[in-house]
Structure formats: C-alpha cells, structure tokens
C-alpha cells in the first residue's frame, strides 16, 4: 500500500488534516488502531469551540484556535455538524474574582479576541436565572461556542473518505522506516505502508510515534478529566456556558448545555501515569458537583444520567507543537494538542498542509473537491410529512430502537454502511445517539448488537463496544 501522506490517528486533529489533504490530488491514507474514527481525547471532551480568550498570548496554541473559532460556522454547516454559539459566562463570585476580570479582559485582547464584554450582576441574573445571587459581576465572551465533537471528527472523515482518503481502522503503527535520512513508510499491524510523508497525530501515544524516529524529546502524560451529563428534563439549567475563572492547571469546573439538550457539568484536571485509565472516581465527581454549585446552586446529583472521563495528551515541556526536522524531512510532529484541539482541529489541518508545502510536498489542487457532507436523516428532527415520507421510502424508519431519543432502525442501518461504517456498539451510539439517553442503552443495546450483528453477517457475541476485546455478550442471545 502507497501514500502521499499517511496520517496516523484518526482523532479530531488526524481527521480535519486528512480533510484539507484532499484538497489537493494527494493519496492519503489514515491509520487508526481503534476500530472507530473519533479518537480518545476526542469523544470525551467539553465540546466547545473556544475563542481563545486565556490562552497564552504569543503561542502556536493563541495561533490556531483563534483562528480556528470563526471557521466552525462554515464547517458545521458544510458537514452537517451541529454547532451553537450560545456564547460563555465567566461569573465572579468572590470579591478576588471580581479584582481579576479585568486582567482576564486584557488577556483576552492579547489573544486578539476583542468582543469580550463586562456584565453587571443584573445582566447576569437576567442571563442566567439559576446563576447564584452572590454573583458580582461577570465577562461575557459571545463566541465561545458548543458543537457535537463526535460528529465533528466523523463529518471530517466521511468528507475526507468522498474526496479520496482511504481510512485503515484497527491498524496500529508498530514503527516508522528511515533509509538515506528520509522516512520510507510505517510498519503496521497490518503490514508495511510506504509513505512519502508521514504525520503523526497520534494524540495521547505522539510520543511513541516520534520515538520511532527519535524525536521524542518529550513525553506525554494523561490529564484526566471527570464529567457527569445531566438529564434534557432537569430543572436546573444554564443558556450559556458558565465557565469559572480559570487557574493555571485547567479551565475549571464549567456547566454548559450540550448541542443534544442535556447538561454537562466537569471536568476535573488530574495527572495520571496510567495513559489507558479513563475511569470516574468518586472524589473527582464529589468536586465536579461542589464546584459547579457555586456557580450554579441548583445543580443536583440525582439529576445525573451518567458519568465519564477523558484524557487530555499533556505533553512535558508543555505546549502546542507541530515540529519539522532537517535531518528527517519528511515528518510533522504534532505534540501536545491538550485542551483545545477540538477547536484547534480546524486550523491545525491548513497549518499542516502549508508545512508540508514547504517541506516539499507536490500538491496540485483537487478541483473536484466536495467540501459537503450529509448527515443520515434524523427522524426525531422531522415534522410528520417528513416521517411518513421517509417511512415510506425505507419502512425501517417506522422502527423505533431508542426509545429515549427517538432512535429508528433506518438510521442505524444508514450509519453501519455509511462512507466510516460504524461496526460498534459506541460507533451507532456516538453517530445517532441511540443509547445515550436516559436508560443509557439498557432498552435499545440488545437491539442494536442484534442489528449491526445482522447487517455485518457476524454472530452477536462477535459485536464489540468499541474496541477488540471489548465483547458485549459472553455466549449466545436468547
Ligand atoms: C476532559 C477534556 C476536556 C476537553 N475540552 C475541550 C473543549 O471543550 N474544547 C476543545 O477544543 N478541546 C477540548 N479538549 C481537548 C481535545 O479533546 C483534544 O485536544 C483533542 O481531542 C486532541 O485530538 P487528537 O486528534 O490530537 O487526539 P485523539 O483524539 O486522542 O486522537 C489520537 C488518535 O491516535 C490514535 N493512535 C494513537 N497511537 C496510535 C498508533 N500507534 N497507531 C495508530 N493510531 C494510533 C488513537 O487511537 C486516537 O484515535 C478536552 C480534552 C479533555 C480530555
């Protein structure tokens, strides 16, 4: 097998890149070695598009996700992703919160990020009914957004895959081939692949990725974080995100709606060794809920449908890179895409392609590029003359496997052979949301292995959650 560039990891940032690729009449392969595009820091994140207010003024990271922030209303659009601008509030609660918001705005303006504006406590409260009465003052930051990331990472790669990528999933990048001082290909779990470029973006793993290389001068270490998701009928919602003023270590503990009409409240900050542990704890969702409740009172554990943690890629010296070498000139080395590289994805991609320009790569543009992609039709987004349209189209629609968010059988079918067949339980989960409401799958999980087990011509017990190994029935089903 033969690439142009052969990205490796199929994360927001491998993704978005293979997107731009396509652009250009390139032969581009991505190697994943999970079974699913969606990487790990991925699909477990806040899911907002951030500004780039309190970044660092003067980094590659201030770079990119400024820059990324005004292109997700065309991205969202052309990939059919949803996306909101609901806009943040960060509150001062205390009187030391209230001396630093004027630092934070100045910070912000740094950052060139210039719509940023004071609220007084009134504005607040009429804002935010349920933001606690102690509140002093806030800032106000219009375009920090929220947007489904999952969908986000699948709309780049079923738009990369209809402009000529080829996406290898489970196959793991074992080791990368120097010969003559230039990369060959990378060997993998399924065999050699030549490459004229190689792009690593392996997220949490980069490290290992450029130790096959020797450009491991770093190394990346988990930092966990925590989330509960609060039920669409809780009482104890905010309009906004409420983002609380941020420490050196992490954004804080925010509240903030999803783009699906549930709540999320985390993430903790936690430094682990473990780079496979993405477990809760019961202290990390003590202090999720503790802290959040300053900012909002009404937030209630029995609101909660379900808990779950993801781990941002620290990288050690911290900070964003996306690194090139004279002495192995046809590698980019993206290290330490930590907590913005949902947002950073988008901007990451053009950067990467501009790189790679420099560094030789012949890119004649592709003028039957297609930059849009369409979602599978979603039955519960439908009036009823659509419904019936649809059902009578593909009677599979007038099946209703999830039962909490209104999940059919036709969308479930449509996601097992879309462009990224979605092969997993998690796939069809993350895609349409079956198995993501209130029951968290108890209803429709039994259904749904029986349909992708049908569709694929594989026996039930076959079927994973999300990775090899991950077997959901132990024996046959009744
Ligand atoms: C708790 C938390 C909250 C966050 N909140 C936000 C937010 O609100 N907004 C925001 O913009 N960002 C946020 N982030 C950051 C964001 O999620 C990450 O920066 C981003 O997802 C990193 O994307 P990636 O593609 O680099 O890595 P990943 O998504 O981790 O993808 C890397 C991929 O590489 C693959 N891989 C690794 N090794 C190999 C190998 N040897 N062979 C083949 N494949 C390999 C992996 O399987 C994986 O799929 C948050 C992160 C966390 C954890």
């Not at 780039?52 to 922030?69: K, Q």
């Not at 060959?184 to 949490?204: D, H, P, Q, S």
């Not at 980019?332 to 895409?337: C, K, L, P, T, Y």
Request: with cysteine; glycine share 8%.
């Amino acid at each position: 097998m033969k690439a142009d560039v052969l990205v490796i990891g199929a994360g927001a940032v491998g993704c978005s890149i293979a997107r731009e690729l396509t652009r250009y009449n390139l032969n581009v392969i991505v190697v994943d070695k999970n079974p699913d595009v969606g990487g790990l820091a991925s699909k477990s994140n806040s899911a907002i598009i951030h500004t780039g207010y309190d970044a660092s003024p003067g980094t590659l990271e201030s770079e990119l996700v400024v820059a990324a922030n005004p292109m997700y209303d065309k991205i969202a659009s052309e990939l059919d992703v949803p996306f909101s601008r609901v806009g943040a509030i960060l509150p001062a609660i205390t009187d030391e919160q209230f001396e630093l918001l004027p630092t934070l705005k100045e910070k912000a303006f740094k950052n060139r990020v210039y719509d940023i504006e004071y609220l007084t406590k009134e504005k607040v409260l009429e804002m935010e009914p349920n933001m606690t009465p102690e509140v002093r003052g806030a800032l106000y930051i219009p375009r920090e957004s929220i947007i489904d990331p999952f969908l986000l990472v699948v709309g780049y790669a079923e738009n990369a895959v209809a402009n000529g990528a080829q996406f290898l999933l489970n196959t793991e990048v074992t080791g990368i081939e120097i010969k003559d001082g230039r990369i060959t290909g990378a060997n993998t779990t399924k065999g050699f692949i030549e490459a004229k470029f190689i792009v690593n973006a392996a997220g949490l793993f980069c490290d290992q990725i450029a130790s096959f290389v020797k450009k491991n001068d770093f190394f990346v270490n988990p930092r966990r974080g925590q989330f509960y998701i609060l039920d669409k009928n809780t009482n104890c919602k905010t309009n906004h995100i409420i983002l609380p003023i941020p420490t050196k270590l992490t954004k804080g503990k925010l509240m903030c709606p999803t783009t699906h009409g549930n709540m999320l409240i985390g993430p903790t900050a936690e430094d682990l060794e473990d780079k496979l542990d993405a477990s809760t704890t019961k202290e990390g969702l003590q202090s999720i809920v503790a802290d959040v409740k300053k900012m909002i009172p009404c937030v209630n554990m029995k609101d909660t449908i379900t808990q779950f943690a993801g781990l941002r890629p620290n990288r050690n010296p911290e900070g964003l890179h996306i690194d090139a070498y004279d002495d192995v000139p046809n590698f980019v080395n993206i290290s330490g895409v930590r907590s913005t590289g949902v947002t950073g994805s988008a901007a990451i991609g053009k950067y990467v392609i501009r790189l790679l320009q420099t560094m030789g790569m012949d890119a004649k543009p592709n003028l039957s590029f297609n930059p849009v992609r369409k979602s599978i039709p979603c039955f519960h987004e439908m009036d009823i003359h659509q419904k019936e349209e649809i059902i009578r189209e593909d009677k599979l629609y007038a099946h209703v496997v999830c039962r909490c968010e209104t999940i059919t059988e036709g969308e479930i079918v449509r996601a097992i052979h879309s462009p990224i067949p979605a092969k997993t339980v998690d796939a069809i989960k993350r895609r349409l949301r079956a198995g993501m409401g209130r029951c968290q799958g108890g209803f429709c999980g039994p259904k749904v292995i029986e349909i992708i087990a049908r569709e694929l011509g594989i026996p039930q017990e076959a079927v994973v959650k999300d990775r090899i190994g991950s077997n959901m029935l132990e024996g046959k089903a009744k």
